[in-house]
């Protein structure tokens, strides 16, 4: 191999995708799953209907989810971690709008151990009080300071002129809040939403017969209740323009330009994320090349697109030094204009292009990463096969294509323009 010279650029093909097989227990409960025998390891994720959206009130879904191992019938918060820290598995919690996530990496030799307690955290915790005031303590003091933040003022500024006062989207919260959690509200809320066998389960790696047992036998004793009917909150969003988060003592201020965005199904997706990346989705994006690497006021801005089930939002985020506010956000609003005016260079569009089917591939880089990219489709009623459409697009999408989407979606009337600092 001549290291002088380099390598022909071809054109990226469809990836491969990991096949996936389904499961249903007596109870209901989905098992979904994605094999791979040269593993030694399998990641589980249970995907939970106890998200934010459901909550009788703030703060009760996360405080709920990372409860669930502080305590069960049968074990101590200590030995819940002593026992996954002896077998060598990693546990997380991610609470999420309308879904919560307990997931879990173990190797499979332990997969008995590992398995059954994370069963046992979703069928029999018991969110002792003790535990409790730790965390309602810790989480006070995380809100204090992230209200301290200028980039975590305008985000959630943003999210609530956007979609009002009363939506869940909104997810506003006091530290008062934090107070009125209690265990017998944890509870409730657990036995409605974790304990009725409304769940998935997603398994990955090497997922032997072993493996697919311990869950079922595991999981059997879920409950088959009904759901709750979910409430239908309506959206009431503020009037698009300017909004200003007063913080005296900042030293940056914070910048939110956004509007309603492009939903994963919609048939110009693939054309709007392509216009997104142009415009702020990568390192070499315009935004990038102005703002930052131009005239230095920032060391770092990009822009994307946020799918939530009943909506999606589209958002340029940086921060700044106070002075250079003004003059950045008009610089944003120069790249939209130019978008909307000028044809994207042939060469641009083709590197970017590249980029996106390379995000595209890692994405779906091995079973792990093709199981974490089918729960999330899932979600939204489709599997893998959404990337074909998204390639197949891809290629096919052209400068004038750019052009029409940034004038469509675009809009500077209809961009709420948040800034958060002195």
């Known amino acids: 191999m001549n290291r002088n010279i380099e390598p022909p650029i071809t054109e990226i093909s469809r990836p491969t995708l990991w096949g996936h097989q389904q499961i249903t227990l007596p109870n209901g409960l989905e098992i979904v799953y994605l094999h791979d025998p040269n593993q030694e390891v399998f990641k589980l994720d249970m995907v939970v209907p106890a998200g934010s959206y459901n909550q009788p009130q703030p703060v009760v879904a996360s405080s709920m989810l990372n409860m669930l191992n502080e305590g069960t019938r049968k074990h101590t918060a200590d030995e819940i971690a002593e026992l996954f820290d002896y077998h060598g598995a990693y546990v997380d919690f991610n609470c999420g709008v309308h879904k919560s996530e307990i997931s879990m990496i173990s190797l499979n030799k332990y997969a008995k151990e590992t398995i059954r307690m994370v069963a046992e955290m979703i069928l029999e915790s018991v969110f002792p009080q003790k535990e409790l005031e ?118 940056q201020t914070s910048i939110r330009i956004g509007k309603s965005g492009v939903s994963l199904l919609d048939e110009e997706y693939t054309d709007f994320q392509i216009l997104n990346m142009i415009l702020g989705g990568y390192f070499g994006s315009r935004l990038m090349s102005n703002i930052r690497e131009e005239k230095g006021y920032t060391y770092g801005i990009g822009s994307y697109n946020v799918n939530l089930p009943l909506a999606a939002y589209w958002m340029i985020a940086t921060d700044v030094n106070a002075d250079q506010a003004e003059a950045t956000i008009d610089e944003c609003m120069k790249e939209i204009r130019r ?57 096919t999408c052209t400068a004038e294509d750019i052009t029409r989407m940034a004038n469509k979606y675009l809009r500077p009337e209809e961009m709420y323009i948040i800034t958060a600092g002195r």
């Open 134 to 251: 730790i965390y309602i303590r810790n989480r006070k003091q995380q809100h204090l300071v992230s209200i301290e933040k200028t980039a975590y003022l305008a985000r959630m500024e943003f999210i609530y002129r956007l979609y009002g006062d009363t939506h869940p989207y909104a997810n506003r919260f006091t530290l008062e809040d934090f107070d009125r959690v209690t265990p017998e509200i944890l509870m409730n809320f657990y036995k409605e939403r974790m304990q009725a066998s409304r769940c998935r389960i997603m398994l990955c790696g090497n997922i032997n017969e072993g493996v697919l047992r311990e869950v079922s036998e595991a999981f059997a004793p879920m409950g088959n209740l009904p759901l709750p009917e979910t409430e239908q909150f309506a959206m009431h969003p503020y009037a698009p323009g300017r909004y200003h988060v007063s913080k005296p003592d900042a030293v």
């Open 339 to 395: 978008l909307q005016t000028e044809p994207v260079p042939e060469e641009e569009l083709h590197l970017v292009k590249s980029y996106f089917n390379g995000e595209l591939l890692r994405e779906l880089d091995g079973v792990f990463a093709q199981s974490d990219a089918l729960k999330h489709k899932l979600n939204y009623g489709t599997d893998n096969t959404f990337y074909f459409r998204i390639i197949d697009r891809i290629r």
